[in-house]
């Protein structure tokens, strides 16, 4: 087979000082921190959608980027085999271990389904094929259920029940991929699930509806052997006005009402927490805390721009805050997918290159700082601090839920007013992390 992206190398590693284009800076996978090495660290994936089918059209213009990769023409199976051949090559090259995809992303789709199936029975034996020999696997897979016009009102959120129907269709096959690609999850992207107006809207209705898809998709994958995590990721406002999966905490308050939270944890996107009016960390942060911080989609939004920007992440102080999260964590049972795209004018093979070296050392570069900065011990030391007074006696009463109001109340009369509270000392916190990520 004649390599696609020649001229362009394996990416090495060769140290902040390299000025190659084509090495990473900071990503060194045989590294260890904290006990284990970066490519464990960090299992980055490839997502299928962006990096092989992304041509850069958007609602202004159309596509900027060639990415038949050989084949003839785009919408065939030639084409579909294509983009396996170069993915799986573009992975070799910059050592990444896995892969997400959406089923429409890996063949086109027919109007039959029975059609569609057939197809994806048919990429998924040639992606095992070419990856056979090879440690590439898949990280998570899903189904769009948000561009076919039929999912205009949602898919578990649907008015229609053949619309529902086909959803469910979609979900089954698309899981038993996943699980014949080795996919360590599978991921709900609620794109439609929400509405525009609750003049036409059975919120509740809706929301009991999706629920039920989520069980029987639950059920279905135990059921032939899928023993990895089911993923909801929070999805504001892009597309439908009112999104149901709004942020971390509004999809974890759902899976806790219908009972899915047992096996189902968020996959947090950093663009998204933006759109939400939260930062990255605070999405990963209230998923850690519930105990349900599963997957990343690792890009960055652009705050000049209220919309889906899916940039390729270059924020490393936004990282290293990310990269706190996950190793407080104790890592991810997921991954670190690159749900980022080339700006529509970077649109050469060399710029998908240079796009993923970015995003890997960015993060890599996150993880190293966010490593010190736990060994430093003086932010955490701080915050022991700030709530030393419930480590008392009657601190510990509260926090058990051994006390009454009556207690409290006595415990206040008896002070004859209170002090101030401890500082928060932003500013001298502030200032040690800078000099962690100055250093």
């Known amino acids: ?92 090259k910059l050592g990444i271990r896995y892969y997400c995809f959406h089923d429409v992303d890996l063949v086109p789709e027919d109007a039959d389904i029975n059609v569609t199936n057939a197809r994806l029975d048919e990429i998924s034996d040639y992606i095992l094929e070419k990856t056979k020999g090879t440690d590439i696997k898949c990280l998570w897979g899903t189904a769009n259920m948000f561009g076919n016009p039929r999912f205009m009102n949602g898919a578990g959120s649907t008015n229609d029940v053949d619309v529902y129907c086909f959803a469910a269709a979609q979900i089954k096959k698309a899981i038993e991929i996943t ?67 709004f942020d971390a905490a509004t999809a974890i308050a759902f899976l806790k009402e219908y009972g899915l939270d047992k096996d189902f944890m968020m996959n947090i996107e950093a663009n998204h927490a933006t759109l939400a009016g939260h930062t990255f960390q605070h999405e990963l942060r209230v998923s850690r805390e519930n105990g349900m911080l599963g997957s990343i989609d690792a890009n960055q939004g652009d705050i000049m721009l209220g919309w889906d920007t899916d940039c390729f992440p270059s924020n490393v102080y936004e990282t290293t805050l990310a990269m706190y999260e996950v190793l407080k964590n104790g890592g991810l049972p997921g991954g670190f997918n690159f749900d980022s795209k080339n700006r529509r004018p970077s649109n050469t093979y060399e710029d998908m290159f240079h796009a993923f070296i970015l995003g890997m050392d960015s993060f890599a570069y996150g993880l190293i700082k966010a490593a010190e900065l736990i060994e430093d011990g003086r932010i955490e030391a701080f915050i022991e601090k700030k709530y030393a007074s419930f480590e008392t006696e009657l601190g510990q009463k509260i926090r058990k839920g051994e006390t009454t109001l009556e207690e409290l109340a006595a415990r206040a009369a008896e002070l004859k007013g209170v002090a101030i509270p401890m500082s928060g000392s932003q500013e001298y916190l502030e200032g040690i992390f800078n000099n962690i990520m100055l250093h």
């Not at 962006?50 to 990769?69: P, Q, Y």
């Not at 993915?87 to 070799?92: A, S, V």
């Not at 999850?185 to 009991?208: H, P």
């Not at 999706?210 to 059920?219: E, K, Q, T, V, W």
């Open 1 to 92: 087979m004649a390599e696609i992206f020649s001229g362009i190398p394996v990416i090495p590693y060769e140290g902040p000082d390299s000025k190659n284009a084509f090495a990473f800076k900071y990503y060194d996978a045989d590294r260890v921190i904290m006990g284990k090495t970066m490519a464990e660290h960090l299992p980055f994936a490839m997502a299928w959608w962006h990096n092989l089918c992304a041509t850069g059209v958007d609602m202004f213009g159309a596509g900027s980027a060639d990415k038949r990769f050989g084949a003839e023409s785009y919408g065939t199976m030639e084409h579909a085999k294509a983009k396996v051949d170069a993915g799986i090559e573009f992975m070799k």
């Open 179 to 245: 699980v014949k690609l080795g996919g360590r999850g599978y991921v709900f992207w609620g794109g439609r699930e929400g509405y525009e107006t609750l003049l036409n809207t059975k919120m509740k209705f809706e929301q009991e509806n999706i629920a039920s898809l989520m069980r029987m998709a639950r059920d279905y994958g135990r059921s032939i052997g899928f023993d990895g995590t089911f993923l909801i990721e929070p999805k504001p406002k892009e597309p439908m006005k009112h999104q149901y999966d």
